[in-house]
């Protein structure tokens, strides 16, 4: 029994094997190329060139921007009398760009006496200049130009608008008068059409006689 059991044929037949043998072959293609795929997705990445790193916002030679940020919110709830005091200390401290920076939002503050003109010269010599401390703030000097155009802008416009709005109220205020003054003459004329005499009616001429009709014709 053993013996025939050895000799047995298996129990799946040659096409099945053969579908077996095939399948697996498909299994290990497709396991080489997802390999393949792969180290050409590594190579591929290896090849990208390194994207550049961002410079902090504030580095190290920022020291000027902290300073003029700082100074920027120590003056902010100043009024014109404080404003006034800090100009004059500013006013003997030379022309560092640090020191124009000042300047420029002093003579840019709401609460002060502004000088928009001054404050954008300040600010167009820091952008214009090549000093360590000056490259360091022209990215806020920039802005701030911007800001103070864009203020000068809208000032310009409001300044046409309160001029147009002035000569509409003084011509609405000119044909008032006019209209005033035509009334008064209306009713200066029916007041005087109301005072004159009754004219007398015109006497109705009498009718001709039968003799006068007969001598005309």
């Known amino acids: 029994m053993r013996a025939d059991s050895a000799h047995e044929q298996p129990r799946c037949g040659p096409a099945a094997w053969r579908c077996k043998r095939r399948a697996l072959a498909c299994v290990a293609l497709a396991f080489a190329a997802a390999l393949a795929g792969c180290a050409n997705v590594r190579s591929a990445t290896a090849e990208l060139p390194a994207l550049p790193q961002m410079p902090p916002l504030l580095g190290n030679g920022s020291a000027p921007v902290r300073s003029a940020l700082a100074y ?73 130009a911007e800001q103070l155009q864009e203020r000068v802008r809208l000032d310009n416009t409001a300044e046409r608008l309160t001029q147009q709005l002035e000569r509409t109220g003084q011509q609405l205020k000119d044909a008032q008068k006019q209209s005033e003054q035509l009334q008064e003459k209306l009713d200066a004329l029916t007041e005087i059409e109301r005072t004159l005499p009754a004219r007398p009616s015109a006497p109705t001429p009498p009718l001709p006689s039968s003799r006068e009709r007969r001598s005309e014709k």
């Open 72 to 144: 920027h919110e120590s003056i902010r709830g100043m009024n014109a009398a404080d404003l006034a005091r800090e100009r004059s200390a500013l006013a003997g401290a030379g022309n560092a760009p640090l020191t124009q920076m000042k300047q420029a939002m002093l003579l840019s503050h709401p609460q002060g006496n502004n000088n928009l003109q001054r404050a954008q010269s300040l600010l167009e010599a820091i952008n214009g200049s090549e000093k360590s401390d000056a490259v360091a703030l022209q990215p806020l000097a920039r802005l701030l």
